[in-house]
């Protein structure tokens, strides 16, 4: 169910009712889709209209992506994640996309979030593999794979058009802390890759922070370092494996992750090869 009210304004912004606009829109969740699918100017709406950033972002950038999005409301996604894009394939073609939110509408501390999603899908069609096309099983790991060599060039580009990335940076930094609070460094060697990217991906997007708006402290990489030092240590190895070849194109993007790939899982499961 929508945060706002059935008899409240219709987020898109048409001026009528929500009950009388949108909500007769709404499609149930079926086998294929197992959500409740919104319509896309009812979930943006309210950051298109209270977002200067994100009206600029969206109204620049939204027609790059060709394929059809589905917007979900999703109550279960993970804790620290209210909102996640993905791509599933079927005998090896696109099935469909689907962003999901954990709130429908979108409110508008999530602007830099949901145009952070969508950069995701933009960069896919650039050539980069901006959503990882995953197992099932390897969901996770494959995404925070491509995640950390996405992210940075998503949070990059995103601070051009003003929005808020610095703030929301030490916000997923405080999330994952919590997150972390209470856990011993994981033994099995998918968990054990999945906190290393996210090691490595937070010190990445912590980079362009930095240059951005002047030095911040980075309070996760901190705990890792006094807490889980072998994590921490790996991490470091890869960060410069990386900082080595660079990931700016989607040719030394697709190499590294095939090296990464080959490196961390010999036997390929962790993404599959399209590359
Ligand atoms: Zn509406
Ligand atoms: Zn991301």
Request: proline share 5%; aromatic share 12%.
């Amino acid at each position: 169910m929508p945060w706002i009210d059935a008899y409240e304004q219709c987020p898109c912004n048409s001026g009528q009712k929500y009950k009388f606009c949108c909500e007769k829109l709404v499609q149930k969740p079926t086998k294929k889709v197992p959500y409740t699918i919104y319509p896309e100017r009812f979930v943006v709406g309210i950051i298109c209209r209270c977002s200067d950033g994100f009206k600029k972002y969206y109204d620049e950038q939204r027609h790059h992506i060709r394929e059809n999005v589905l917007w979900a409301e999703d109550k279960g996604l993970a804790f620290g994640i209210d909102q996640r894009v993905t791509k599933t394939y079927k005998f090896g073609k696109l099935d469909s996309i689907v962003i999901r939110l954990r709130n429908v509408p979108a409110k508008v501390e999530s602007a830099t979030f949901i145009a952070h999603e969508l950069h995701h899908l933009i960069l896919d069609q650039r050539g980069f593999i901006g959503v990882a096309p995953v197992r099932i099983e390897f969901d996770y790991i494959a995404s925070s794979l491509s995640s950390m060599l996405t992210d940075p060039i998503i949070q990059s580009e995103l601070s051009t058009y003003g929005l808020d990335i610095k703030n929301d940076f030490i916000a997923e930094c405080e999330t994952s802390l919590r997150a972390l609070s209470g856990l011993n460094e994981p033994s099995d060697q998918i968990n054990r890759m999945h906190w290393v990217f996210n090691y490595v991906s937070n010190i990445l997007e912590w980079e362009v922070v930095c240059e951005k708006h002047g030095y911040v402290e980075n309070e996760l990489v901190k705990y890792f370092d006094s807490m889980f030092p072998v994590i921490a240590e790996e991490g470091k190895q890869l960060y410069e494996q990386i900082k080595t070849y660079g990931f700016e194109t989607p040719q030394k993007q697709k190499a590294l992750i095939k090296d990464i790939v080959g490196r961390y899982d010999p036997k390929g499961k962790v993404i599959k090869a399209p590359f």
